[in-house]
């Protein structure tokens, strides 16, 4: 899990938070950067193509290597490919090419996703799901690092010391660099087990099969939890909207304060990750000591709170000190919310449709944040970072409302003896 969270970290930055930060440099305005966030919800409509991946075999790769790791390997192989492109393609001539490489890339990771998810809940029991995600989080925080910092470290040597501002020659080398790290995620495939699968019920025809596929999994969700689902899915699709919405001007916002290529590389990809990485072994401890329920209330607060030191690093200015502080933070306040919710969304799948639920789950996390993060770059043109800062504090209020009746509603059901059927008892009665 920590190789295979290396691999599934990698590309998210390299098509929004890392690639915001190469198109400002390249002079593209922060209403554009905005817009092109977008191709992130490839990760929110995941669930629509996740029934095939849970099911349709793939010509030969399945045969050889199983149902979880032939998805992997093929999307995997999507994304060197797509990384790439991206490499090659120079935004400061023409947009077009490498917003559709990125979209491939996207999409592609969004595929990984749904195949990695299923083959890390079905590689264990639900009472080491946390422990499974905290192993996760720091194989998927160190990519971050290395697709955050490192990408911007090759291209600073590239471009060397005496060449400021854009190069493409620099990104280029960067994004081939990137591209090639997914051999991490490919040989780790190869060389793991395919994981024991809950049987498929057999069909009979292909009505049969599409029902199986596309109709039970959201049937089973439905039947389990009655209109307590419903709430769920509010509180799941609004978790993360305060980190979501402010970290597309994140980079943009860097450049204009003049951070620089090393310095963002340094203090948000290393001491930010760091921090992220103790956050995420914190939350995992912490939610299997206290619950689940009381962690995801702690990192809604924090999450929402850091926010708002970044309203105060915008007017404190260029200050590195002041940088190390905020995105520590954040980072360690992202940790402890990942790690929480990743368990809780574990735990509300049933193993038989595994890839297609948690793929459910996890698209409703990202589909209103990534949605509403394409205008960021109009709200900063309008009322300053500031107010854009303080806007994604306030984003995050109701989410509190919504985790503290989630987990009113989960205590009543423990109480009753109703349990998530894949759930250990004293992690969802606390």
């Not at 010509?59 to 994304?79: C, F």
């Not at 980079?251 to 930010?272: S, W």
């Not at 260029?318 to 919310?337: E, K």
């Not at 423990?414 to 998530?420: D, H, L, N, Y």
């Amino acid at each position: 899990m920590l190789s295979l969270g290396f691999s599934a970290g990698l590309p998210l930055l390299l098509v929004l938070g890392t690639l915001s930060f190469r198109l400002r440099e390249a002079g593209i305005d922060r209403s554009t950067i905005g817009y092109l966030s977008w191709v992130g919800l490839a990760y929110g409509f995941k669930w629509a193509w996740a029934p095939l991946v849970d099911r349709m075999p793939l010509p030969w790769l399945t045969a050889s290597l199983g149902r979880r790791r032939s998805w992997l390997l093929l999307s995997q192989g999507v994304i060197m490919g797509g990384l790439m492109g991206m490499a090659w393609c120079d935004p400061s001539q023409t947009l077009g090419p490498i917003v559709w490489f990125a979209l491939a890339v996207a999409v592609a990771s969004a595929t990984q996703d749904i195949a990695l998810d299923a083959f890390r809940i079905e590689s264990a029991h639900a009472d080491q799901q946390a422990a499974l995600a905290a192993s996760y989080q720091t194989g998927y925080r160190l990519a971050m690092i290395w697709a955050g910092a490192g990408v911007l470290w090759v291209a600073a040597w590239v471009q060397g010391p005496q060449v400021a501002g854009y190069q493409h020659a620099a990104w280029k080398a960067a994004y081939m660099v990137m591209a090639l790290s997914m051999l991490t995620g490919m040989l780790t495939v190869l060389l793991s087990p395919e994981p024991v699968h809950a049987p498929l019920p057999p069909a009979r025809n292909v009505r049969e099969w599409l029902r199986g596929a596309l109709i039970e999994p959201f049937v089973d969700f439905v039947r389990r939890y009655g209109w307590h689902a419903v709430l769920m899915l509010l509180m799941i699709a609004t978790y993360r909207i305060s980190d979501v919405v402010m970290g597309i001007m994140a980079n943009p916002f860097y450049v204009d304060m003049g951070f620089t290529k090393e310095e963002v590389a340094t203090v948000t990809k290393v001491y930010g990750v760091i921090m992220t990485l103790a956050g995420a072994f914190v939350g995992g401890v912490l939610s299997m000591r206290f619950g689940v329920m009381r962690i995801l209330m702690l990192g809604a607060v924090l999450s929402a709170a850091s926010n708002v030191l970044f309203a105060w690093l915008s007017g404190v200015g260029h200050d590195v000190t002041a940088l190390v502080l905020v995105v520590s933070a954040d980072n360690l306040a992202s940790g402890i919310a990942s790690a929480a919710f990743i368990a809780y969304l574990s735990s509300l799948t049933n193993v038989t449709y595994s890839a297609t639920q948690y793929a459910l789950l996890s698209s409703m996390m990202l589909l209103l944040p990534k949605f509403i993060a394409g205008f960021s770059g109009d709200y900063v043109n309008a009322h300053g970072y500031a107010d854009f800062f303080m806007a994604t504090a306030w984003l995050g209020v109701p989410v509190l409302l919504l985790v503290a009746l989630v987990g009113r509603v989960a205590r009543k059901g423990a109480e009753k003896g109703i349990q998530p059927l894949n759930a250990p008892a004293s992690t969802q009665a606390d």
